[in-house]
């Protein structure tokens, strides 16, 4: 076991797969002489080489294009997109490519590429610097799309990723970057838990609390604080969010009855819904109450001295909370 | 503004053979064999070109681009390559998939729908035809990339039109295959028309000399000279092979057709146009010169016909005796492994095309992982 920062131990994951497999090939902007903005990439162009480790032009189509190549020649590219907001440019290589080419060529074209998304807010940066576009690319099939949020599943899965021959989205939460936690870099990734399964990091038996990403470490935390008051919260960290492990959520839905996912993405077509809709249809008779929604608003990402305000903190998931529990809540009196 | 270049042109649209000091030694091997056989080649093409339509309009295809008047462009590109080689081309390099010896029935699969494309890649070295406009040429600049690392000295040829070069995707390929000096040859048929759209409206200078301002060398060339194409594409091919990285041909030719079989030309574009671009067809000059040299005896001109006739036979039974998908094949290759949302969804199709007793339906869990 090392003490890792989160940050690190995807740099070590990454690492791990260079050394396993010299197919693996890292590409973007700012990632090799820098060692990315946010230094996830340091020291790995210095031991594996400018080939390896690849500095691009600023062009994300292009970044992407060029990995779908690579994958044609039986390269298995990682792509770093240098934040959330400069994925756009990418989005049509992305959907029209990456996700379809192994459906388009029968699967003889497979698309083992890895995009690293540093994502989410919470860091005090200008517009396009915090955003949560995962539900673009749920929607989207062909990809599969994960959140970590812990230096273990850090390492663990984007090895994970990289060992898919499906394309993987890896969402990195930025503002966990510098979060330390313990990781044993001699797992093996073949045998851990796999990347699509959720799994359930506190137990409980009042509620369900579904999140992701960022947001795993604030449920964890307003279920030690409900704890406080009596009430027992299940926290599930989703970790794959295309496709979800409904096996599990609806395991703990069917246990507590009550369902609150949290996300700070914006409420409206996002995962939010998708697990609210499919857990309702699952076990409808098992739900005590309706699925509550905690998540950013429907706005574009804002200024960010008001951002604590968009982003779902301990606070409102709690109120989320006492609201599926029909607790007083802030908005007793408004349902029907 | 640009300078005009001159085309490189080595046979005039009247058949004779000229001299060009610097592309002559790249078509030496050309000889009179070579000659006969590029003339069935583009005899060939342009007979799967009417074939095809013909299937369209007989409702056995649901679309077809056709490539008539860019006979040429394809063939003296396509027969210029080596096997190991990688094409990335558009939808309507037809053409150059018989070069790379592309399945007859194949290219027909994605137009009659009965799969979202026809062939293994792999098995001709070409990827299956790209829709979105330019897409491809990213592609083959990261094969080519890959080429590089791997060290060795085949190339990445990506075929895209004049309208392509509008593209965001083509202008960033250029970018990165100047960047890395990746040994990738883009091709650009300018066929002078993007649907409607004339090659004027893309750009306001030669397309060639788009090239010039991300540092890559370009050629203009007679698009409807297959020799001259052979010959720019060599030259091409050359400098990529030895680490002299990219190369831009811009191959001048004309889309004689409509842009798909959905499309009606007279709409937009003027029937002299048309006139002018038909005195210079790819395949009279071929056959004109192959006259001048007493080489279109009786029994080539029989041996061309017949093959363009078997051909085109082969590619219309295949077309029509391709038996249609199964329901179920639709969930299949999304993914490369089990993935629960859509496993479950398969299930669930399954189980509603059993509920009418459709055999359909009780197969599919056959084809289900």
Redesign the interface.
Known sequence: MTQLTFARAINSGLRKSLENDPKV?LMGEDIGTLGGVFRVTDGLQKDFGT?RVVD??L?E??I????????????R?VVEIQFDGFIY?AF??IV??VA?L?????????MPITIRVPFGGGIGSPEHHSESPEAYFTHT??L?VVSVSNPQDAYTVIQQAIL???PVLYFEPKRRYHDKGEVDEGIDPRTALPM?TARVVAEGTDVTLVAYGPLVKTARDAATAAADEGISIEVIDLRSL??????TVEASVRKTGRLVVTHEAGQSGGLGAEVAASITERCFSHLEAAPVRITGFDIPYPYSKLEMHHLPGLDRILDGVDRALGRPNSLSGLEG | MSTDRNLIQLITPAGERISHPEFDPWVKDIGDEQLCSLYEDLTVIRRIDVEATALQRQGELGLWPPLLGQEAAQVGSGRALREDD?V?ASYRENGVAYCRGVDLTDITRVWRGT???GW???TVNM??PQI?IG?Q??????????????GADSV?VTYFGDGATSE??VN??M??AA?FQAPVVFFCSNNHWAISEPVRLQSHIQIADRATGFGIPSLRVDGNDVLAVMAATRVALDRARHGGGPTFIEAVTYRMGPHTTADDPTRYRDANELEDWAAKDPIQRVKALLERKGLLTGQVQQHVHDKAEAVAREIRSGCIGMPDPEPMDIF??????P????DRQQDHYARYLASFGDPAGATSEEGAR
């Open positions: 090939i080939h691009t032009p062009a189509s292009a992407m294009g060029t990995a779908v190549g690579l994958a044609y020649r039986g390269y590219p440019p049509d290589q029209s490519q379809k192994h459906y388009r060529t029968q699967g003889a074209v497979k099939s062909g599969r898919s021959d499906d699509d295309a496709p979800v492990d409904y096996a | 990688f990335f799969a979202s494309s293994d890649p792999y990827a299956t979105i897409a040429t990213l592609h083959a600049t990261g094969y080519a990339m890959g080429i590089q690392n791997d990445a965001g995707d960033e390929a970018v990165f960047s299949k290759h999304v993914y490369s492994a993935n629960s949302w859509l």
